[in-house]
Structure formats: structure tokens, C-alpha cells
């Protein structure tokens, strides 16, 4: 393929999906990531985008967010190894929330083995991932479905949500970096994420390296408020996501790092020795991680009484 073949593809791409990693690109135009990143900055000079850490933009600063289809089919093997990682943070009998996104879609897909759990969600596609898994409750928000996601966003979503307490939450976004945490494209859609936090005692967010750096408009969950980060392996050259994985760390995120092939599924040993913490300090409510393992790196067990007030909660929110 020739460079303006290439460059072309490579515009196309990133004009449909508003941001695409590196990575991405170099396995649709079949070259190597070097030979992309000069189309890039090729492309740049132009102004027809903008260079990100690993990745490309639409020009103007901030991105914008794609539609689900556009979503789907990016970072496939980084959200599977994310998910299953992140799914060894979850115990059975839990109540936990989990918000929209394509890389919560595949954490629920592994939750679905969880006996005894409670599973509150905005998300069609969570939700029906979940539908047929005889061992998990399911309770929906009420609200508005926002189509381009499947979600349900708006007061009714939020208003649903109040009063709601739950162990942990697993979010997903459009960006994250230490200055602002996590954020989204999206003002109804950060609303209802907002909710979803107030309602956990812990924040775990899922995200891929491609979003390390990457800024958009509305803040969901300030970095101060993010219990752990669950990512993939950023490639060796990307310098921005390693200074802004440390840098996360640095303001005590708990990071656990993913292979790309993904752990054995439920199988804790092989995702503990995939996690590689940056050695924060502990965070407010939290137990220090120590010699248990990845389990010990969070609060797991809670006193049964306190238990069954989350789950009484959940029950009156299923009944509104």
C-alpha cells in the first residue's frame, strides 16, 4: 500500500471513530506501528489530526466520543485481558455497580459466574449479558436510553441510584489522566456516573492504554476518588501512558496491570502474576496490600448485618 493509501485509511479511521490507538491502525493498513506513527505526524503537519499517546484524534483537543459499533471493534484483546483481571475483584454474594461501556459489556460477561451476586447497571448491555446467568441478580435504573450506547442516562437514571449503597463500582470512559481522572464525552452520561460512584464505597476503573492522557470535556470521577485502575500493558515506546500510569500511582490509584492474552478466567494465580502494582500508599477505607495477594489488595470481607443492608437497599430499588 502506498503512503497516500495509507495516510488516507489511516484519516478515515480516526474521522469514523473520533480517537484510534496506534496499535489499531497498524493492523488495519498491515504495517508496522514506526511506519503508522510517521503517517501520523504526516497527517498532523496537515492538520487533519492530532497525535495522542499511542494514538490519533480528531483535531481540536478534546475527543469525541464514538458510537458503540465504532467501539466495539477497538483494543478487543486490551478489553478482554481488563476484564478478566478485573473480574477477580469481585466475591460472591457482593452487590456491586457496574456502569455502560464496551469494556464493562466484557467484565459482565465474567461475572456471570459469580454465585450470589447483585449486579445494579444504567446498561442494556451489561444487563443482557447478565440475563441468563441463573446465580446473579440483575437491577436496572430507571431513565432515558441513550442509543448510541445503550444506556440509561437522565434524572430518572440518577434518582433511581440515591440512597443506593453497594461494595464497589466498575467504571469505564472516554479518558483518564492523574490531573482529572476519569472523563467522558457525554454531559448526561457523566451525570449518571457521578451517581453510580456515590453509591460505592470503592471506584475501580477499567481502561485501556490508549485512554491513559486522553482528556475530554465532562470529569466523572476525580483521581482522588479511583480505588484502582485496571489496564493493559502499554506498548514499551509509549512514554506518555508509562508517565501517567506512575503518575495515577503516585496519587495512591492501586494499579493492576493486564497481559494482552488475558488471565485464565477465574483462575486468580495466573491475573496476580499479570498485576503489577506501582507501589502507591494505601487509600482511605482501604486495607494495605500485602502477602494475600490480589484479594488482600481491597476491601473484600464486610461484617454480614452491614451486608444485608446493601442487599435490602438493592431489593427496594429493584421493587420502585
Do not use: W
Amino acid at each position: 500500500m502506498f503512503a497516500a493509501e495509507r495516510r488516507q485509511l489511516i484519516l478515515e479511521m480516526v474521522r469514523a471513530n473520533g480517537a484510534v490507538s496506534l496499535r489499531e491502525l497498524a493492523r488495519v493498513v498491515q504495517t508496522s506501528e514506526v511506519t503508522v506513527r510517521r503517517d501520523v505526524r504526516a497527517l498532523e503537519a496537515e492538520g487533519l489530526l492530532d497525535r495522542r499517546h499511542g494514538g490519533a484524534v480528531l483535531p481540536g483537543g478534546f475527543t469525541r466520543e464514538s458510537g458503540f459499533p465504532q467501539k466495539s471493534h477497538l483494543a478487543t484483546a486490551e478489553k478482554t485481558a481488563i476484564a478478566d483481571l478485573a473480574a477477580n475483584f469481585v466475591e460472591e454474594g457482593e452487590a456491586i455497580v457496574v456502569g455502560a461501556g464496551t469494556t464493562t459489556q466484557e467484565l459482565a460477561r465474567r461475572l456471570a459466574r459469580v454465585p450470589g451476586l447483585t449486579v445494579v447497571t444504567n446498561s442494556l448491555l451489561v444487563a443482557q449479558a447478565l440475563a441468563h446467568a441463573n446465580r446473579v441478580e440483575v437491577v436496572m435504573t430507571g431513565g432515558t436510553l441513550r442509543g448510541s450506547n445503550y444506556a440509561l442516562v437522565g434524572s430518572g437514571a440518577e434518582q433511581s441510584l440515591q440512597g443506593l449503597r453497594v461494595s464497589r463500582a466498575f467504571l469505564s470512559g472516554s479518558g483518564l489522566t492523574a490531573e482529572r481522572g476519569l472523563s467522558t464525552s457525554n454531559m448526561l452520561s457523566a451525570s449518571v456516573d457521578r451517581a453510580l460512584v456515590q453509591a460505592a464505597s470503592e471506584v475501580v476503573v477499567l481502561a485501556d492504554h490508549t485512554k491513559l492522557g486522553t482528556d475530554t470535556m465532562f470529569q466523572t470521577v476525580p483521581t482522588d476518588v479511583i480505588t484502582r485502575l485496571v489496564t493493559d500493558d502499554p506498548p514499551a515506546h509509549d512514554d506518555r501512558a508509562h508517565t501517567e500510569l506512575q503518575a495515577l500511582a503516585d496519587q495512591g490509584v492501586q494499579i493492576a496491570v493486564a497481559g494482552a492474552t488475558g488471565s485464565s478466567g477465574g483462575d486468580e494465580v495466573p491475573a496476580r502474576r499479570q498485576q503489577r502494582p506501582a507501589l502507591p500508599g494505601p487509600r482511605r477505607g482501604q486495607v494495605p496490600a500485602g502477602g494475600a495477594g490480589l484479594r488482600a489488595a481491597s476491601v473484600m470481607g464486610e461484617p454480614g448485618a452491614e451486608r444485608e443492608r446493601e442487599r435490602a437497599r438493592v431489593a427496594d430499588l429493584r421493587r420502585r
